[in-house]
């Protein structure tokens, strides 16, 4: 009996909770040279830290293979956590980044391009995403989101110095004018408990109705 219950833990453990990270913010169009400027924004939906290690952050236009990072950390329990290029500045939102590396996302137009999220060892021309978004112009090349199906454009293409960000866990994006990196612009279900720091005072106010 102990040993069916040690294996049912190895089990567990062993399953990554992938589906609770999603893609929050992206940042693809600075005033300017872009390589050094570009981040992604990813949250843990989920109270337990997750190790990030072999998952990969991938973007493109035909297809998301054009430029693939391979990531490297752990993101906290009900955290943001943002990877980009290594130089923080005030027209870039000043983020700080749990990975510095250029990303090389593309600046899209009448055609969309996406960013997405895959797990380790997926290939990112093929496979389907763990969490999506599009942006930009008709998905003319038939981009898949966390659906595996052919995503619908989720977001304008942006002018430079803005972002495009979620503004609700279902997937609805928005512009952003002032970059807003390492907070989420929503109130979450993380684990059945809406942090803290993302709770409206009404929200507060209800709990101790």
Not at 2 to 10: G, P, R, V
Not at 69 to 88: H, K, M, N, Q
Not at 124 to 152: H, K, Q, R
Request: glycine share 10%; aromatic share 8%; net charge negative.
């Amino acid at each position: 009996m102990k040993n069916l219950i040690l294996l049912l833990i190895l089990v567990t453990i062993a399953i990554p909770a992938s589906g609770a990270i999603l893609i929050t913010e992206v940042y693809y169009d600075h005033a300017g040279a872009d390589t050094d400027y570009e981040w992604v924004e990813l949250l843990n939906t989920s109270s337990s830290p997750m190790d990030l290690t072999g998952y990969q952050l991938a973007c493109g236009g035909t297809d998301y293979s054009f430029n693939v990072t391979i990531l490297d950390f752990e993101i906290p329990g009900c955290s943001t956590a943002v990877v980009g290029a290594p130089i923080p500045v005030p027209g870039n939102g000043n983020p700080v980044f749990s990975q510095a590396v250029v990303l090389n996302i593309q600046n899209s137009g009448t055609m969309s391009d996406g960013v997405a999220l895959f797990a380790p060892g997926s290939d990112p021309a093929f496979d389907c995403p763990l969490d999506a978004v599009i942006y930009g112009g008709a998905n003319t090349n038939n981009l898949l989101d966390e659906s595996c199906t052919i995503g619908a454009v989720d977001a304008p293409d942006v002018s430079a110095g803005n972002s495009i960000e979620r503004v609700a866990d279902a997937g609805i994006w928005a512009t952003q004018s002032v970059p807003n990196p390492n907070h989420v612009n929503f109130s979450f279900d993380c684990d059945g408990v809406v942090p803290v720091s993302e709770r409206t005072w009404d929200g507060v106010r209800a709990l101790y109705r």
